[in-house]
């Protein structure tokens, strides 16, 4: 009864928060990165008529045999929309945007383990599309640059390596997100 109760609580303070703000938040996934065995969720926040701060998070994590990957991010990014209605959350947009990224590969039998992080940002050209049922649809596509390094572990042993070639350099964001505007 109590978690009914937690369940009509939020429900009912979510109505009231649409209809006081006129929808300036914005909760979403993107399905595609499922297939990577990655949940990937981000938040929009309405700033301004036509612009919002956006919130990115991601892990990931599969486990093969002996070997166990995992990986988190963020991305902070400030979207301008430009064209369409030119109003938050529906329309065109351009978006500059940092990232930060860890990823882990770690053989459970040997104990040797590989770390890549990375730091970049780049810009986006995206359309979000928002419906009165609260529903948002978000494309996205653009420019990243990335500086990464990889430490491998060996035991004692650390090995540091030079990258190159999609992981550290440039390279192309893009996606597509579904969610709920609030």
């Known amino acids: 009864m109590k978690k009914v109760f937690l369940v009509m609580s939020l429900v009912a303070a979510l109505s009231i ?4 703000d006129g929808g300036s938040n914005a909760i979403k996934i993107n399905p595609l990165s499922l297939f990577l065995a ?6 929009e926040k309405a700033t301004a008529a036509n612009q919002s701060f956006q919130l990115g998070v991601f892990y990931s994590g599969v486990k093969l045999s002996s070997l166990k990957y995992t990986g988190f991010g963020i991305t902070p990014e400030y979207r301008f929309y430009l064209a369409g209605h030119k109003e938050v959350m529906d329309g065109v947009y351009l978006a500059p945007f940092l990232r930060y990224q860890n990823f882990k590969i770690k053989d459970t039998d040997t104990k040797e383990k590989v770390t890549f992080s990375s ?5 986006l050209l995206g359309w979000e599309k928002s419906w009165s049922s609260g529903f948002v649809l978000d494309l996205f596509i653009g420019p990243a640059y990335n500086s990464g390094t990889v430490k491998a572990e060996s035991g004692s042993n650390e090995e540091h390596f030079d990258i190159s070639g999609g992981i550290d350099g440039f390279g192309l964001r893009t996606g597509l997100s ?3 505007r609030f």
């Open 119 to 123: 730091f970049g940002g780049g810009a």
């Open 178 to 180: 579904l969610g709920f």
């Open 17 to 20: 928060a649409k209809a006081q």
């Open 38 to 43: 990655t949940g990937n969720v981000a938040y």
